[in-house]
């Protein structure tokens, strides 16, 4: 059962506009949500997180947004440049005693238009 | 560049055949972990070790054998595989095995069983 989902399979974007992609969770228990880019052939990278306690964190071009009650998280990307063309998964974690176990959603793959 | 280091990057071998994965980081990070990533799916987390010691094992079959010999290094040996455990297997590190830490990847070895 999938704990993390990402409905978009795909997003364009034009040049210089913002990238908006969205996240749902199921599991209340998580507490840590992360964002991570992955270009063909290269491991995931990641971007930027944020905890339970916030609902917000930016970081450069990047904003991610928490809504706790409706379960969902975004990535905002200002302003979409053409290098950010890759697929995005969110992820959660939640915490364990022996470990720290992330679950990632499918992935949305951004294409960013010159 | 990825600071976490697999090899090979590619893989094929037969049913029959005995190989390992490795993967190695140098930022003293106490926490690796082996993932498991089939095409347009997310990564799914196979084992964690926690200071060397294996803390995780999602049910993962004997075929797969993890070894950690020290801090910096993780192993996957492999044995006997079936055609289904073709896959990208990626590598991770963080800094700990605690909560509210972000995983680092490499970029993964694409292993063929044929």
């Known amino acids: 059962d999938q704990q993390v989902k990402q409905n978009s399979p795909s997003l364009s974007v034009q040049e210089g506009r913002i990238s908006i992609l969205n996240c749902d969770y199921t599991n209340s228990m998580f507490d840590y949500f992360l964002w991570y880019k992955k270009y063909p052939a290269e491991g995931p990278t990641f971007l930027i997180s944020?905890?339970?306690?916030?609902d917000k964190n930016e970081d450069g071009r990047f904003t991610v947004f928490l809504n706790k009650s409706a379960k969902h998280l975004s990535l905002h990307i200002v302003p979409s440049q053409p290098g950010d063309s890759a697929v995005y998964f969110c992820?959660?974690?939640?915490?364990?005693?022996?470990?720290?176990?992330?679950?990632f959603g499918t992935g949305t793959s951004l294409t960013v238009i010159p | 560049d990825t600071e976490v280091t697999q090899t090979p990057k590619h893989l094929v071998m037969g049913m029959t055949n005995k190989k390992s994965l490795k993967c190695e980081q140098h930022m003293g990070h106490r926490a690796m972990y082996w993932y498991k990533q089939k095409a347009k799916k997310p990564p799914e987390l196979m084992f964690v070790y926690s200071y060397e010691k294996l803390s995780i094992n999602e049910s993962v079959p004997s075929r797969f054998s993890p070894e950690c010999p020290n801090s910096s290094l993780l192993n996957l040996h492999l044995h006997a595989l079936q055609p289904e455990d073709s896959a990208l297997y990626l590598c991770?590190?963080?800094?700990?095995?605690?909560?509210?830490?972000?995983?680092?990847f490499g970029d993964g070895t694409r292993l063929s069983i044929l």
């Open positions: 992820a959660a974690s939640a915490p364990r005693n022996t470990g720290n176990q992330f679950y």
């Open positions: 944020i905890s339970s306690i916030k």
């Open positions: 991770a590190s963080s800094q700990a095995p605690i909560a509210h830490q972000p995983q680092h």
